[in-house]
């Protein structure tokens, strides 16, 4: 009841500080499988190691618009009799001229508590960001980018690499949990031609979900936010899942001042899951008639096996 009270004490008192401009991090409609990219307090969090690709093509149609890949893996560990997570996470992210690549690794201590289990991770990789512009000019010539000198000449391409920071606290017990994280604790600044500087701004993430198991038979209900920020704009996402035997599920998601979200997954297989989001925007962009298609494959799967139990069989790994 504490973690919950507190987790609804920060969410509006975010909701209540900010106000919404572009922000810097890629956006993702499948956020409750995704949680190892934002938060390094959920690697190891977990009895099983986990592989995820995620695929992301935002406004299919729309001239450079956003194209994201992203590839987690992370295992619980026993390090020097510590339990511990270890993770990788590996971004490509293309929008426009721009082409970024993130690189993470993450460690995080977990603590069993009474009712579950507390994560405290954090991260540390490189960000590569590239950009290869292609300028037209007017017709009657009379502006040429060449006279600013705080970008980069026409044609020509460019790429900084900085070091990123990010924290994580994860909790979770068998119904409920709730993360708070922080990407780009250091602010990383990229210099163009020691002529500018570009900064990566800090952004803060927090989510919670919680599972209700229903009257009939095998079906739960899965509810869940996500809140991203960059401490100046915020972008809220709440969803509701429903779930058959832990295999099959479908949803629905309303992302605040922009759409609807549309969800589909199933578990094929013993730990190898699929799913599909397809965002319905309502924003001012849907005059153009462009939507967005996300597709994941992750994998669930057991380090060590009991071998005085022959009989010992896989279970579907929750999503939360």
């Known amino acids: ?18 106000a919404a401009i572009a922000q810097q991090d890629p956006q993702f409609s499948q956020n409750m499988f995704n949680q190892a990219s934002v938060n390094p307090g959920y690697v190891g969090s977990g009895d099983n190691a986990n592989l995820l690709l995620l695929s992301r093509y935002q406004w299919v149609g729309f001239a450079g618009s956003p194209r994201t890949n992203v590839f987690n893996v992370d295992a619980p560990v026993n390090l020097f009799g510590v339990t511990s997570g270890v993770g990788l996470t590996v971004m ?29 991770g954090f991260s ?19 502006v040429s980018v060449d006279q600013d000198n705080s970008i980069p000449t026409n044609g020509k391409k460019s790429s900084q690499v900085a070091t990123d920071l990010g924290l994580g606290l994860f909790y979770q017990s068998s119904q409920f949990y709730v993360g708070a994280s922080a ?28 599972n209700f198991q229903l009257p009939i038979p095998g079906f739960e209900l899965r509810p869940s936010m996500f809140i991203k920020s960059d401490g100046a704009s915020y972008q809220v996402d709440l969803n509701t899942n429903l779930v058959y035997e832990d295999r099959l599920w479908g949803g629905l998601s309303y992302r605040i001042d922009d759409g609807f979200v549309i969800l589909l997954g199933a578990e094929m297989l013993s730990g190898l899951k699929v799913g599909y989001a397809f965002d319905v925007t309502t924003s001012a962009i849907a005059k153009g008639g462009f939507g967005s298609h996300e597709f994941f494959v992750g994998y669930s799967f057991k380090l060590q096996k009991n071998k005085n139990n022959s009989n010992n069989k896989y279970k579907s790994v929750r999503f939360l």
């Open 124 to 142: 540390l990789g490189f960000f590569n960001y590239g950009l290869n512009p292609q300028w037209v000019y007017p017709e009657d010539g009379n």
């Open 183 to 210: 990407k780009h604790l250091n602010r990383p600044s990229l210099t163009f031609e020691n002529l500018s500087s570009y900064f990566i701004e800090r952004n803060y993430y927090l989510t919670s979900g919680y």
């Open 92 to 120: 490509s992210d293309k929008i426009g001229f721009e082409s970024d690549v993130l690189v993470n690794l993450i460690y995080a201590y977990q603590k069993k508590t009474a009712n579950g289990n507390l994560g405290i």
């Open 1 to 18: 009841m504490l973690m919950k009270n507190v987790f609804s004490f920060l969410f509006f008192l975010i909701i209540l500080n900010l």
